[in-house]
């Protein structure tokens, strides 16, 4: 266990439909490195986490209601996948302004699988370089992204990886870029 992240406090943002592994594997990586973490979502209570989108998953417990946070409150942000997450959480005005506002920031952010469907909508994308699973690249494309087909793509604050298969080098990178994003100056 490192120490890297000690008492850094990190947003999750999911809801129902959240691919669990990928919400559960990074979770775990910052908590291992000393980060505090918390689940913001649409509504409060548990989210239903999913296996392979089909499978039902389990269920996380909700610390705040995403209307209810402040960007100001968190140094990095985790949008994981599964299809139906992003998909609810790009059609929700808290959640589209919230991602905005953090990525305005310059605060490290990290995303895998259908995750960057937020940052589209949130229009964020745009001249950014960052990958996803295959189905959502055009649209990040029309949103204006430099899509490639890579493990992990870091350009400045987005970290960004395909899959769960890439969990383990995504997890390294998230651990590392905001190691270094939240070293003091």
Not at 97 to 114: M, N, Y
Request: proline content about 5%; charged content about 25%.
């Amino acid at each position: 266990m490192t120490n890297e992240l000690h008492g850094r406090k990190v947003a999750i943002l999911a809801t129902d439909g959240v691919e669990r592994v990928e919400l559960e594997q990074p979770l775990g990586a910052l908590l291992g490195a000393g980060a505090r973490a918390e689940l913001l979502s649409l509504h409060t209570g548990e989210i239903n986490a999913r296996q392979m989108d089909i499978d039902p998953a389990g269920t996380f417990t909700v610390d705040k209601k995403v209307a209810d946070a402040r960007v100001g409150d968190y140094e990095a942000l985790l949008l994981p996948g599964g299809t139906m997450n992003p998909d609810q959480l790009r059609t929700d005005r808290d959640a589209v302004a919230f991602v905005r506002e953090f990525v305005e920031t310059g605060k490290p952010v990290a995303t895998i699988c259908h995750g960057p469907w937020i940052l589209a909508e949130a229009d964020v994308v745009r001249g950014r370089r960052l990958t996803s699973w295959p189905s959502i690249r055009t649209d990040l494309r029309n949103a204006g992204a430099e899509v490639v087909d890579e493990e992990v793509v870091i350009d400045g604050q987005l970290i960004s990886s395909r899959s769960p298969q890439d969990l383990p080098a995504f997890c390294e990178a998230i651990i590392e870029r905001f190691a270094t994003a939240l070293k003091p100056a």
